[in-house]
């Protein structure tokens, strides 16, 4: 019965999903550092309020794919992008969007956590801070909500004012996801969120993005297949900046359609 | 093999014991400088006995219509300034006498110490401290009271009666004085009738507080200190000229460490008396730390912004590769071309046009036209710029690529990432800079020689007057007063006692404001700690 509710057997397949419950559609979307292309034509729909994993080896080009969604890209001098990707239905490479915005649309988690030096309750407030935002009472709400949607509030309300530093790197990486969520964005991007963390904090992390599925959009790069498997709804395998498979997680686990996605989920490749 | 080995190993004996002993004799160095200048400095401050000498001085004379040269006993209470006045070596000595009421104020007298026939050290012998800052050596005999003849050993206690008709002097002079002569002045400008009764109520007013001052004058003027001179001569001294009395023969250790503190503090506390000889150097410590002080100022906010410039936007090419090349050599250049430049931009190009703007009625007159306090820290300012500018670069780039992306991910732009995580992360980096600054810019005196610093200043650059902070006079500088001391006084005199004990003073400047500054650094370095390891 409770694995009939899971929701490995309820998420719809990819090609049936309507308009209305795409978050991010990618139109051939090609990437270049210098002279060389880092992503091939990749088109691909990312479902609304859906946790989509992105796996791949390393060096294929997944941090690539998803810096592109929050233009992280165009910190880079060189970098040159060909194609679309559409969010609310827009394309964001238009020269006429406002890039900050996207961003507090679009939150970014990194690999290792990256609190800022000042206090746990600067920390969450920061974006907000930068939209002008200094009513106490509303920041105090927005950091109670934000933590305690991170699953972090038990641990920190008494010390909100002491320096993030002081946390744990496990506290540290649920005080970054707060930080994204204080924005209420619509997609919240995970880039490889546990590999610097222990096991209980990446099982604390999981279960996180297991609860926040209901209200956001999100993608997850990860190096873990079996993270990959238990957290997400629907999964692409990216190799050499080729998208090689996407599909229902369900789908990709057990029945590849590729023969390159079942030897590098079978751990024979990468 | 096992001899290959061998000589590797001695090798590297050898390398170890070569930078060992270099960096010895680095610490060697560090300490003679330390030791020499603390010790000549302190040694300035010490009680020194004091003698009296008989001298047999020829004298060119006349007897009947021949000339002829005379041996004549002079007697003198001195001060004798070779410390080893008793061995054998000594060949002349220098005699510091009193320099109260003296022509040759502060100049030692050189004598053979062949012409020396008698020395002693009196206990009884006094040495007179003046308000002026002179000094007189004399055996005290009695003092002269209005009511009565008082022992010379209750000196003290009629001092502290002294010190209070001097502080009834000074009320009267600033609180009903001066006051009333601003009226008076202010009245006569308006032309007030001299009938007027506000006239002369004031007039009035002002004679009777001129004749009580006249009145407590005379009561000052009745107590007088009597002493014997070496010659036997009695002399009767003003006790209201008097600033202390200590026997440097009779004085235990007790009141030596207390004259010796009284006198460290009368150095940094006190303005210069007697040509700088005397007195204390506190327009020169005041005038040196402004000085470091507005050359901060001025500076960081120079050095951090074209560092942001520098570290942030400025694209990878030649041209600021080149522009950061300049930046280093700017280090390089000598501070003398720095004073140069700024005495022909700064007083003469940009002051004189300020001058023609703001006083374009006088053509003469030279407010910023001329070198002042403005002119002198904006040179400096400009000298360690470079220092700034290198340092605030490292900090900036010091600064984690991890964390400028959390911002940029949160909506920050390129500005508010700078400012909000960047810079308060820089902070450390840059006071290292500002550190180095400091260090080079209190130390540096080749510029402020052209750009208004003066052997003596008259004002203060801070005062009461409107508007507060007159950064267009010239000021006084420690590293100048040593420079001036160095090149005016006879070796041996009283200057060069001072000289050291300015150069003291200049290091203990230089250590203090330095350690300001990496305190301040630590403390922001240890907020950030954890991006540094």
């Keep these: ?270 | 093999m096992i001899k290959a080995f061998w000589a590797d190993q001695e090798k590297e004996h050898f390398a170890i014991i070569l930078s060992g002993s270099l960096v010895c004799l680095v610490i060697i160095a560090l300490l003679s400088i330390v030791a020499l200048i603390v010790s000549r400095g302190l040694a300035h401050f010490w009680v020194q006995p004091a003698y009296f000498v008989n001298i047999n001085e020829s004298v060119q004379g006349q007897t009947g219509s021949n000339a002829e040269q005379f041996l004549v006993g002079r007697k003198q209470y001195a001060i004798i300034q070779n410390r080893d006045v008793a061995s054998d070596k000594v060949k002349r000595v220098w005699l510091q006498e009193s320099t109260y009421m003296e022509a040759n104020s502060g100049k030692p007298t050189v004598v053979e110490k062949s012409q020396i026939t008698y020395l002693d050290k009196p206990e009884r012998l006094a040495k007179i401290g003046m308000t002026d800052g002179s000094f007189l050596l004399a055996i005290p005999k009695q003092i002269q009271t209005p009511a009565s003849m008082a022992s010379a050993s209750e000196f003290h206690v009629i001092q502290e009666q002294i010190e209070q008709l001097r502080e009834q002097v000074v009320e009267i002079q600033v609180q009903h004085l001066s006051p009333l002569h601003e009226l008076l002045a202010e009245m006569r400008i308006r032309e007030v009738e001299a009938t007027a009764p506000a006239y002369i109520k004031a007039v009035q007013a002002y004679q009777h507080w001129d004749s009580r001052l006249t009145e407590l004058q005379q009561a000052l003027s009745r107590y007088s200190l009597v002493v014997s001179l070496a010659d036997g001569r009695e002399m009767s001294v003003p006790l209201a000229d008097t600033h202390y009395m200590q026997y440097p023969n009779a004085a235990n250790i007790f009141e030596k460490l207390y004259y010796f503190i009284s006198q460290i503090w009368l150095f940094v506390s006190d303005s210069p008396k007697q040509a700088i000889t005397a007195g204390g150097v506190f327009p020169a410590l005041f005038g040196t730390v402004l000085m470091v002080m507005l050359m901060t100022i001025m500076v960081t906010p120079l050095g951090v912004l074209a560092a942001i410039y520098l570290a942030e936007y400025a694209p990878n090419n030649s041209v600021v590769s080149i522009i950061r090349i300049a930046v280093s050599n700017l280090a390089g250049v000598p501070s003398i071309v720095y004073g140069v430049f700024g005495l022909g931009f700064f007083v003469y190009t940009v002051g004189g046009h300020l001058d023609s703007l703001i006083f374009p009625e006088k053509s003469d007159v030279a407010v910023f036209g001329a070198p002042g306090l403005l002119w002198a820290s904006l040179t400096m300012a400009l000298l360690t710029l470079p220092v700034v500018i290198v340092s605030t670069e490292e900090g900036l780039r010091r600064v984690p690529r991890t964390l400028r992306q959390g911002s940029y991910a949160l909506g920050a732009t390129k500005f508010e990432t700078i400012r909000l995580i960047v810079l308060p992360m820089a902070t450390p980096g840059i006071m290292t800079g500002v550190i180095l600054a400091i260090a080079r810019g209190a130390g540096e005196v080749a510029p402020l020689l052209m750009l208004g610093a003066v052997k003596f200043a008259l004002l203060l650059p801070i005062d009461a007057e409107f508007p507060y902070i007159h950064l267009e006079r010239q000021f006084m500088h420690l590293g100048v007063l040593i420079y001036d001391g160095a090149f005016h006084s006879q070796f041996g005199g009283g200057e060069a006692g001072l000289m050291f004990a300015a150069c003291m003073l200049l290091l203990v400047v230089v250590l203090v404001l330095n350690t300001i500054a990496v305190r301040i650094r630590n403390r922001l370095r240890n907020q950030y700690q954890i991006f540094n390891g």
């Design chain 1, 1 to 270: 019965m409770d694995a009939l509710d899971s929701p490995l057997f309820t998420v719809p397949k990819l090609n049936s999903l309507a308009k209305s419950d795409i978050a991010i559609e990618v139109n051939d979307l090609a990437l270049y550092f210098g002279q060389r292309k880092v992503l091939h034509e990749i088109s691909m729909r990312i479902p609304k309020n859906k946790v989509t994993a992105i796996i791949g080896p390393s060096g294929c080009g997944k941090s690539t794919l998803i810096g592109c969604f929050n233009r992280l890209n165009d910190l880079h001098q060189d970098c040159r992008i060909e194609g679309q990707v559409i969010i609310g239905e827009r394309n964001i490479f238009h020269h006429k969007q406002n890039v900050p915005e996207l961003r507090t649309k679009v939150g970014m988690v990194f690999q290792r956590p990256n609190p800022f030096p000042v206090s746990v309750y600067e920390n969450v407030v920061y974006g907000l801070r930068i939209k002008g935002i200094s009513d106490r009472r509303l920041l105090d709400n927005v950091v109670e909500n934000a933590l305690i949607k991170a699953a972090l509030w038990d641990e920190v309300k008494d010390n909100l004012f002491d320096s993030a530093l002081l946390l744990s790197t496990g506290q540290q990486q649920r005080l970054v996801i707060a930080r994204a969520l204080a924005l209420e964005p619509e997609i919240l991007i995970l880039d490889e969120p546990t590999s610097a963390l222990d096991p209980i904090s990446t099982l604390l992390i999981e279960e996180l993005i297991n609860d926040l599925r209901s209200q956001f959009t999100v993608i997850i790069v990860t190096h873990n297949l079996q993270q990959a498997a238990r957290v997400s709804d629907y999964t692409a395998f990216l190799h050499q900046g080729e998208l090689i498979e996407y599909s229902d997680t369900d789908t990709i686990f057990t029945l590849p359609a590729q023969q390159q996605t079942e030897a590098y989920i079978t751990g024979r490749y990468g």
